[in-house]
């Protein structure tokens, strides 16, 4: 959530008496040399004269501090922000600062080695230090990405190529010192400039063909000091200290919906590794709303000849997927995407797999109404509830009113959904000590979280990029190498960006054993296959991610035995006792 801009007052030169405390937002304006930074195409060349994009710029600041006149330093060392160009994350502000005259302003790019080593399962929804909001912690190696830096580059007209600049660990910790003439009084604004160009010809000219094209900054590597060094002088103050900052407000916490008089509070559980997820305000998880919510998962008046449910296209067994390619509707018809699973849904923040969907309780009432499959109406199906008593009482109880209404069936279904989280898999007892993982199995689980980076020695399987921590997925859409039809464009349908051609919802890896068959149209029967797709099969296009594009043409290359081992890997991940218990039938 973007900081609060209350005002804006800067005063330069001026001297003014010590008042009380003030407010500074830091304004960080994303550039590639004098231009703003867009995140597209290759429109952006180095000295190396190799033209360059970004798909991704993430990063977190900390501990802000102000040098006074008298060279001693005002710090607010438990500021953090996390800053995303993609989504337009670029201020973060920080109060209780002595009001003053200041001379210089210092940050960090990263965190204080304390913040770094904390639980970050203990962050709240909305914290920049939760690993489901910022993306920068993938678990179980420890500690965070201080910056993520990718995109795709080309040396003449060759095909593009792809980067992943990770800066980690405590010792790339990188201090930005500014300079500036402050007087700061009530609330100031700072506008400043980060120039990505600079971060790649600064200090040290950075050559993706001589340098490499990744870094995780382990030890020694010449790539990740080029990579601090230049990002250490990236940053400058803009020339205009006045310039306008669009003012922006935090949205009012909804207040809850239709709430009845009496109430049973359910008690949601999840992994301890997993994050805090961001639930619904207005939609609170109740006993009497997620029982309601799950008798009309497996309500087969939702369609319109009254013969499929929700529960029909996910099936318990397949852990709430389904096993067909595409599922059938009402009058056999079929789409082109094959049904998600539905398990640990509370940390998704866009629904399909191409996120048409802003909520999941208005995912819920799309495939009522879609021709394809149940195709019915909302007017239809609250008729159809409303002729069955039993739904105006339990309606009643989970409402406070006997009145049926697509929104309520909405907030039901999602408040069911809500709670379906998968978490005790034999990966998830085996890190408790409660079960050993196999030597393959544990070979496999290393190859997941090792990055293949062969100008450092390491040849891992580098799927934690995409589906690292807890929850075993990023939430995020990226192109993973499928020839991308003009039919079916994924992600760019909905926004219209071309970035985001051939990009789908990266699905989690739990119960993935179960969840054949793979990909958003269900191409892929088997874990072998998948495999093999991401060795050898990898379709080279000009929105391919990154952390695919940097790896030779076709994939990873990986052994047959690595193939094996992840695999093995992959299978620890079942939940069996979510499998036994989901979404059960209902009298």
């Known amino acids: 959530m973007h900081s609060v801009l209350l005002a804006a007052a800067l005063a330069l030169g001026s001297a003014a008496a010590p008042g009380p405390a003030a407010t500074l937002q830091l304004a960080v304006n994303h550039q590639a040399g004098a231009d703003p930074l867009i995140l597209d195409s290759l429109r952006y060349r180095n000295r190396a004269e190799e033209d360059w994009s970004v798909a991704r710029l993430s990063y977190l600041i900390s501990g802000l501090s102000l040098q006074r006149e008298d060279g001693t330093w005002f710090s607010s060392p438990d500021s953090v922000a996390w800053m995303n160009a993609t989504t337009r994350r670029q201020t973060m502000s920080v109060s209780g600062i002595p009001a003053g005259r200041y001379q210089a302003l210092r940050f960090y790019i990263g965190i204080d080695?304390?913040?770094?080593?904390?639980?970050?399962?203990?962050?709240?929804?909305?914290?920049?230090?939760n690993p489901n909001l910022n993306g920068l912690h993938w678990s179980w190696q420890g500690?965070?990405?201080?910056?993520?830096?990718?995109?795709?580059?080309?040396?003449?007209?060759?095909?593009?190529?792809?980067?992943?600049?990770?800066?980690a660990r405590d010792p790339f910790r990188t201090e930005i010192t500014l300079k500036l003439p402050l007087d700061l009084r009530d609330e100031a604004v700072i506008p400043v400039i980060f120039d990505v160009a600079a971060v790649l010809d600064g200090v040290k000219n950075i050559s993706f063909a001589k340098d490499g094209v990744t870094t995780h900054s382990r030890d020694g590597d010449p790539l990740a000091l080029a990579l601090k060094q230049n990002l250490a002088r990236a940053f400058s103050?803009?020339?205009?200290?006045?310039?306008?900052?669009?003012?922006?407000?935090?949205?009012?916490?909804?207040?809850?919906?239709?709430?009845?008089?009496?109430?049973?509070?359910?008690?949601?559980?999840?992994g301890a590794t997993f994050p805090m997820p961001a639930l619904p305000n207005d939609n609170p998880l109740i006993e009497e709303r997620v029982d309601l919510g799950r008798q009309l998962f497996h309500e087969t008046a939702l369609s319109r000849d009254g013969t499929i449910s929700c529960a029909s296209c996910h099936l318990a067994s397949a852990a709430l997927s389904d096993p067909r390619r595409f599922s059938i509707?009402?009058?056999?018809?079929?789409?082109?995407?094959?049904?998600?699973?539905?398990?640990?849904?509370?940390?998704?923040?866009e629904f399909f797999w191409d996120g048409r969907a802003p909520s999941l309780r208005a995912q819920a009432l799309m495939p009522i109404q879609d021709h394809r499959e149940m195709d019915e109406s909302l007017d239809g199906v609250v008729k159809k509830l409303s002729l069955k008593k039993a739904y105006s009482a339990a309606f009643e109880r989970a409402f406070g009113s006997p009145e049926i209404t697509s929104e309520k069936i909405g907030l039901a279904l999602e408040n069911f959904m809500l709670t379906?989280?998968?978490?005790?898999?034999?990966?998830?007892?085996?890190?408790?000590?409660?079960?050993?993982?196999?030597?393959?199995?544990?070979?496999?689980?290393?190859?997941?979280?090792t990055e293949r980076e062969p100008r450092m020695g390491?040849?891992?399987?580098?799927?934690?990029?995409?589906?690292?921590?807890?929850?075993f997925t990023d939430h995020q859409f990226r192109n993973n190498g499928l020839e991308i039809t003009e039919a079916d464009p994924g992600r760019a349908k909905v926004t219209k960006a071309g970035i985001d051609r051939g990009a789908f919802a990266t699905p989690s890896l739990r119960n993935v054993a179960l969840t054949a068959p793979y990909m958003h149209d269900g191409r892929f029967t088997t874990l072998e296959q998948v495999l093999d797709h991401y060795s050898v099969g990898v379709h080279r296009t000009d929105t391919l991610d990154p952390n695919l594009a940097k790896h030779p043409n076709g994939g990873l290359h990986l052994t047959m035995d690595d193939k094996k081992a992840i695999i093995a890997f992959l299978k620890t991940l079942t939940d069996a006792g979510f499998v036994s218990t989901a979404a059960p039938s209902t009298k």
């Open 113 to 129: 080695p304390k913040d770094n080593a904390s639980d970050p399962s203990k962050r709240a929804p909305d914290h920049p230090l």
């Open 143 to 167: 500690g965070y990405i201080f910056m993520a830096l990718e995109g795709l580059h080309r040396s003449g007209k060759g095909q593009p190529e792809g980067f992943s600049y990770h800066l």
């Open 237 to 270: 103050i803009s020339p205009n200290m006045l310039e306008a900052i669009a003012k922006t407000s935090a949205p009012p916490k909804a207040a809850p919906l239709f709430m009845p008089k009496k109430f049973t509070p359910f008690k949601f559980t999840m």
């Open 329 to 349: 509707g009402v009058a056999g018809g079929t789409g082109d995407r094959n049904a998600m699973p539905i398990f640990n849904l509370a940390w998704k923040r």
């Open 420 to 449: 379906l989280t998968s978490h005790d898999s034999r990966f998830d007892r085996a890190q408790r000590g409660l079960e050993t993982l196999s030597a393959e199995e544990q070979h496999g689980f290393e190859l997941f979280m």
């Open 458 to 471: 390491s040849l891992g399987g580098d799927c934690f990029h995409c589906h690292g921590g807890a929850l």
